[in-house]
Protein backbone atom coordinates (compact mmCIF):
# COMPACT_ATOMS: atom_id res chain seq x y z
CA UNK A 1 0.00 0.00 0.00
CA UNK A 2 1.70 3.35 -1.51
CA UNK A 3 0.40 6.07 0.82
CA UNK A 4 0.26 9.34 -1.34
CA UNK A 5 1.56 12.84 -0.14
CA UNK A 6 -0.50 15.73 0.25
CA UNK A 7 1.17 18.58 -2.46
CA UNK A 8 2.00 21.68 -0.26
CA UNK A 9 1.79 25.29 -1.69
CA UNK A 10 4.85 26.75 -1.12
CA UNK A 11 4.51 30.50 0.29
CA UNK A 12 5.98 33.11 -2.28
CA UNK A 13 7.49 36.15 -1.41
CA UNK A 14 7.31 39.63 -2.98
CA UNK A 15 10.72 41.48 -2.87
CA UNK A 16 9.77 45.54 -1.01
CA UNK A 17 10.78 48.28 -2.94
CA UNK A 18 13.28 49.73 -1.99
CA UNK A 19 12.85 53.30 -1.27
CA UNK A 20 15.16 55.89 -1.77
CA UNK A 21 16.28 56.57 2.14
CA UNK A 22 17.20 53.27 1.98
CA UNK A 23 19.61 53.50 -0.93
CA UNK A 24 20.59 56.45 0.82
CA UNK A 25 21.69 54.92 3.94
CA UNK A 26 23.51 51.94 2.25
CA UNK A 27 25.76 54.11 0.26
CA UNK A 28 26.83 55.80 3.46
CA UNK A 29 27.62 52.78 4.64
CA UNK A 30 29.63 51.44 1.99
CA UNK A 31 32.07 55.07 2.12
CA UNK A 32 32.40 54.27 6.14
CA UNK A 33 33.90 50.92 5.69
CA UNK A 34 36.24 52.46 2.63
CA UNK A 35 37.34 54.90 5.15
CA UNK A 36 38.54 52.15 7.29
CA UNK A 37 40.23 49.96 5.38
CA UNK A 38 41.94 53.22 3.80
CA UNK A 39 43.85 54.16 7.29
CA UNK A 40 44.88 50.32 7.69
CA UNK A 41 47.45 50.05 10.78
CA UNK A 42 51.12 48.81 10.11
CA UNK A 43 51.70 45.30 11.70
CA UNK A 44 52.61 45.41 15.42
CA UNK A 45 55.37 44.05 16.46
CA UNK A 46 56.72 40.61 15.03
CA UNK A 47 60.03 38.97 15.84
CA UNK A 48 61.82 38.84 12.24
CA UNK A 49 64.68 36.60 11.04
CA UNK A 50 66.74 37.13 8.26
CA UNK A 51 68.41 33.38 6.95
CA UNK A 52 69.58 35.05 4.00
CA UNK A 53 72.86 33.94 2.39
CA UNK A 54 73.03 31.15 5.38
CA UNK A 55 75.12 27.74 3.87
CA UNK A 56 74.06 25.47 6.35
CA UNK A 57 71.81 22.74 5.77
CA UNK A 58 68.91 21.48 7.46
CA UNK A 59 70.82 18.12 8.77
CA UNK A 60 73.61 20.28 10.36
CA UNK A 61 71.08 22.39 11.66
CA UNK A 62 68.78 19.25 13.19
CA UNK A 63 70.83 16.56 12.96
CA UNK A 64 70.24 12.89 10.99
CA UNK A 65 68.26 12.13 13.43
CA UNK A 66 64.19 12.18 13.71
CA UNK A 67 63.10 14.37 16.20
CA UNK A 68 59.87 15.93 17.60
CA UNK A 69 58.52 19.49 16.86
CA UNK A 70 59.53 20.73 20.04
CA UNK A 71 63.13 19.78 19.61
CA UNK A 72 63.26 21.26 15.59
CA UNK A 73 61.85 24.82 17.92
CA UNK A 74 64.27 25.17 20.23
CA UNK A 75 66.86 23.56 17.79
CA UNK A 76 65.95 26.42 15.45
CA UNK A 77 66.04 29.12 18.15
CA UNK A 78 69.22 28.14 19.33
CA UNK A 79 71.23 28.47 16.15
CA UNK A 80 69.21 31.69 15.71
CA UNK A 81 70.94 32.95 18.80
CA UNK A 82 74.17 31.73 18.33
CA UNK A 83 74.74 33.36 14.85
CA UNK A 84 72.29 36.63 15.44
CA UNK A 85 69.81 36.34 12.88
CA UNK A 86 67.03 38.19 14.78
CA UNK A 87 66.32 41.67 14.42
CA UNK A 88 66.70 42.62 17.69
Known amino acids: MAVKKKATKRK ?3 KKKVTKKRVA ?3 KATTKKKAKSK ?8 YAINFAGRKETVEQVFGN ?5 SEMTKKIWA ?3 SKSLSNR
Do not use: L
Open 39 to 46: SKKPAFGG
Open 65 to 69: KPIAP
Open 12 to 14: TTT
Open 25 to 27: TKK
Open 79 to 81: FVK
